[in-house]
């Protein structure tokens, strides 16, 4: 599998000869997604997300997409806690369609579904939902899954088509983020493009009423706002490093700790 899938392992094309008498169990547990610290996001997801995480751009001319910014650091997500549940309100679509995804020929006319047999919650137990059932007929959980990860790829290509769009009117510039913590650590985040102010200022008037005609400006102010929770993943960074380092201290001796007398 393409490492651009981050949190999926062995993805292998479901069929009723291998997986009939297999079952999905899902739940509250993300720890697949402990280890990224950003996902895709398609455009349909911006009103929901800019209110909690920062919207960014990543990827190159040929392959540009919108993502939320899990972690400063690289392999952690700031969003799951001890637990491995999600702690914010919106859950990216990316994540709830695990463990399904999608695969594509060479030019992408024809997508087979996958299933990640690595996931913890895929068993021959019965536990969760069937994907087949006796007779080897899809299961209403299946088509329903089918239908998600359908929606969510026409969702991607209309996501495709608004990043062209940015590229073509040369809105897009390489950003990096430095933060330093209270205790003097620095952070830096890079490899990422947003959206410059001043080049969208400057567009033509006729270029301002298209944006606005598609949607499209309301998904560029959208991304605009959610840089500001950049602040709050500061925070999240801090307090995840501070814990860490409590964690860490050794329990102190108390057969090896100095007696009162000593101290004076």
């Avoid at 280890?35 to 990827?59: D, K, M, R």
């Avoid at 995804?101 to 069937?130: K, W």
């Avoid at 009117?169 to 209270?182: K, R, S, Y």
Wanted: proline share 3%; net charge negative.
């Amino acid at each position: 599998m393409s490492t651009q899938l981050l949190i999926y392992e062995r993805a292998v094309p479901l069929s009723s000869q291998r997986h009939k008498g297999w079952s999905v169990k899902t739940g509250t547990d993300y720890a697949f997604a402990r280890q990224v610290n950003s996902v895709p996001l398609v455009a349909v997801e911006f009103p929901h997300a800019a209110a909690e995480y920062s919207i960014v751009f990543a990827g190159n001319d040929e392959a540009m997409m919108p993502v939320v910014i899990l972690g400063m650091r690289e392999n952690e997500n700031l969003y799951l806690n001890e637990a491995n549940a999600w702690t914010a309100k919106y859950i990216p679509a990316f994540i709830r369609r695990y463990p399904f995804v999608f695969s594509s020929n060479e030019d992408q006319s024809t997508f087979t579904l996958c299933i990640d047999e690595e996931f913890a919650g895929y068993n021959q137990e019965g536990r969760g939902e069937h994907l087949f059932d006796a007779d080897g007929e899809r299961t209403q959980y299946l088509e329903n899954v089918l239908r998600f990860v359908n929606d969510y790829q026409g969702q991607y290509r209309r996501t495709q088509v608004f990043c062209k769009k940015l590229q073509e009117l040369d809105l897009l510039e390489p950003m990096q983020a430095q933060f330093t913590l209270n205790s003097g650590q620095q952070l830096r985040l890079a490899g990422f493009k947003a959206v410059n102010r001043e080049r969208l200022k400057n567009l033509s008037d006729e270029q301002v009423a298209a944006l606005f005609k598609t949607d499209e400006l309301e998904l560029i102010f959208l991304h605009l706002q959610s840089m500001k929770n950049f602040n709050a993943m500061v925070e999240k960074t801090a307090a995840h490093i501070a814990d860490h380092q409590e964690a860490e201290k050794p329990a102190v001796d108390e057969a090896a700790a100095p007696s009162k007398e000593e101290l004076h």
